[in-house]
């Protein structure tokens, strides 16, 4: 049987690639380099207005691929839901299936 490729997604919240390009430079994030430098980074734009740029709003937007106008849940909205905003396996749950630990 052949495996499919794998994916690890990490996500940086407040991550400022201007200041981060910056101190990689100037040699204070060796280890950060070195993760940058063995993977794929893609710097994304959110395309939304300022009052749609709270976390739990964009991390729901990374995650089912929607905008903030086609799925609609705000922080108010999110902590009332009983289901899950977005249907589906968990990162976690996904990461651990996968065979993967956390050290």
Same mark, same amino acid.
């Given at each position: 049987?052949?495996?499919? /490729?794998?994916v !690890?997604? !990490?996500e940086?919240?407040e !991550?400022? /690639?201007?200041?981060?390009?910056?101190w990689?430079e100037? +040699?204070?994030? /060796?280890n950060?380099?070195a !993760?940058?430098?063995?993977?794929q980074?893609?710097?994304?734009d @959110?395309?939304e207005?300022?009052?749609?740029?709270?976390?739990?709003i964009q991390?729901i937007?990374?995650?089912? +691929?929607?905008?903030?106008a086609?799925?609609?849940?705000?922080i108010?909205q999110?902590?009332?839901?009983s289901? /899950?905003a977005?249907? +589906?396996?968990?990162?976690p749950?996904t990461?651990?299936?996968? +065979?993967? @630990?956390?050290?």
């Open positions: 049987m052949t495996r499919e /490729p794998s !690890l997604l !990490l940086f919240n !991550l400022c /690639p201007a200041l981060m390009d910056r990689i100037e +040699g204070k994030l /060796p950060f380099q !993760l940058r430098t063995a993977s980074v893609y710097t994304t @959110a395309e207005t300022e009052a749609n740029l709270a976390p739990e991390w937007t990374v995650h089912s +691929g929607l905008s903030y086609e799925h609609k849940i705000s108010s999110k902590v009332m839901l289901q /899950p977005v249907s +589906g396996t968990s990162c749950s990461i651990a299936e996968s +065979g993967f @630990a956390a050290a």
